[in-house]
């Protein structure tokens, strides 16, 4: 719409211009024309219809450049969320003597991903159109450059397209680490983490994102499940293989008889607001362009963490009579991560809704369920993205509006506040093949790491630290 109206306005200036000013005009009876005089010449119009075209080449080549800048920034944005952002808050949840071990696990795969995603990654996840994962048409990036790839973004070069979605496919497997923290091994994470990407997220975000995939919404899907930025593909995926691993795995040497409290609430503080702040790019940057939904997106983004955070802080308050600073950054999380599917398809008060929900749920998770099984997910990633991905996949089919995102077309219902309660149950088929795909394929790849690498480290090593036994530094040098 708005380019449309640069068009029309521009077409009424050069039409205005076109008339010829005259500081006097003739009596009326005086002005005797001839039909060839009062008739537009040949040259003249072909010269229009130039000046036309010439103005439609700049609209459009300012409209993609001002996507094509959004984009890079949201790229950016959502790397930060790895490092630093996940890093800290991460970093800060953990014993003192493993701040580095976890913090290096996510720079680690910020640089191991990256190379997988340009040999056979985004080729996997965006190439060809079959229902279960892609082929090998952008293998080692080949035919990926400046020419926009209209099948996702129309606007931008399919070059800004591919490196922002590899930024989701960095820090997807990064949220696992935070079960597996303090006892996995660096060697099996990353065997681990290679084969996880290969064998989970590829053809999660094949199915969900790429054309023809089985649960795609908007290119072909059978089973068209609605997910803005990452819920069933991010969240769930890595919140349910966090799960699996930490069943798998066992229990941290004195877990849960001994306390093991963060080392540095004020590192995870820093790493939440970082993450908020980076969610922006993670959703907002999902519009793929600069516009309106981008805007929607991003107002989003903020209500449902903002609910989310007192939710929980609320929950927390009425359990134990105060709310605390480690509850609010986790509600804000849990926030963040329901509102992802939603974000590009509900207005700012089902965002809220959201958001509340997600905070009590989250909460409730991580509190009483987490007691009641007895698994020691370290950092609780189930809890706060396995559980609040599934819910706010759930509530996403409820929420979603046309008005927001007619994605099904213009006129057609999207969600169940549209009168398309048939979207809840395509919800659901995404959320079980997100839960089934993550159990078995963690499952599988955990007994392969387990025969080659082994996934734990010794007791030894445990009790004195990753950061020494591992890596041979330690994060703080209290003696210098």
């Not at 039909?35 to 700049?58: G, Y």
């Not at 071990?101 to 985004?122: C, E, K, P």
Request: charged content about 10%; proline content about 4%; overall charge neutral.
């Amino acid at each position: 719409m708005k380019r449309m109206g640069i068009l029309c306005c521009c077409i009424l200036t050069l039409v205005l211009s076109a008339l010829p000013i005259r500081s006097q005009q003739p009596p009326a009876s005086s002005q005797v024309t001839s039909p060839a005089a009062s008739a537009p010449s040949p040259d003249a119009a072909k010269a229009v219809a130039e000046k036309l075209n010439q103005l439609d080449q700049r609209v459009t080549a300012a409209q993609s450049n001002a996507d094509n800048a959004w984009m890079l920034v949201s790229a950016a944005l959502v790397l930060m969320m790895t490092g630093p952002g996940l890093a800290l808050f991460y970093g800060g949840l953990v014993r003192h003597k493993n701040v580095l071990a976890i913090m290096m696990q996510s720079f680690a795969l910020m640089a191991l991903i990256t190379v997988l995603w340009a040999l056979v990654g985004y080729s996997l996840c965006f190439g060809g159109d079959g229902h279960w994962i892609g082929n090998f048409q952008f293998a080692l990036l080949r035919g990926v450059g400046v020419t926009p790839n209209a099948d996702y973004a129309a606007t931008i070069p399919q070059l800004t397209f591919m490196v922002y979605q590899l930024m989701f496919a960095v820090i997807t497997p990064a949220l696992i680490t935070g079960a597996t923290a303090e006892r996995m091994k660096f060697s099996g994470t990353l065997l681990f983490m290679t084969l996880w990407f290969l064998i989970v997220y590829a053809p999660m975000a094949h199915m969900v994102w790429g054309k023809g995939g089985f649960l795609n919404a908007s290119l072909g899907g059978r089973f068209p499940t609605l997910d803005f930025a990452g819920g069933t593909v991010v969240h769930i995926t890595s919140g349910v293989s966090a799960l699996v691993c930490a069943l798998y795995m066992g229990k941290r040497v004195g877990y849960p008889k001994q306390p093991m409290p963060p080392h540095s609430l004020v590192l995870s503080f820093i790493g939440a607001c970082l993450l908020w702040v980076g969610w922006f790019g993670f959703n907002a940057g999902s519009a793929l362009s600069s516009g309106g939904l981008a805007s929607s997106a991003f107002v989003a983004t903020h209500f449902g963490a903002a609910a989310a955070a007192m939710s929980w802080s609320a929950a927390e308050w009425l359990k134990n009579g105060r709310a605390s600073a480690l509850g609010a950054i986790s509600g804000a999380v849990a926030g963040l991560v329901a509102i992802t599917p939603a974000a590009g398809f509900v207005d700012p008060l089902s965002a809220l809704g959201i958001g509340f929900v997600a905070g009590a749920f989250c909460y409730w998770m991580v509190t009483k369920f987490k007691a009641i099984f007895g698994y020691d997910d370290a950092l609780d990633a189930f809890g706060v993205h396995g559980a609040g991905g599934t819910i706010g996949a759930l509530l996403t089919g409820v929420c979603a509006r046309m008005v927001i995102n007619p994605i099904y077309g213009d006129g057609k219902a999207v969600g169940g506040f549209d009168g398309h309660w048939g979207q809840v149950g395509n919800q659901l088929v995404g959320i079980l093949m997100a839960w089934v795909f993550a159990i078995v394929g963690t499952f599988v790849i955990l007994k392969i790491v387990d025969a080659v690498t082994g996934v734990r480290v010794t007791e030894e090593q445990e009790i004195q630290g990753l950061d020494i036994t591992l890596h041979g530094e330690e994060g703080y040098n209290l003696e210098a």
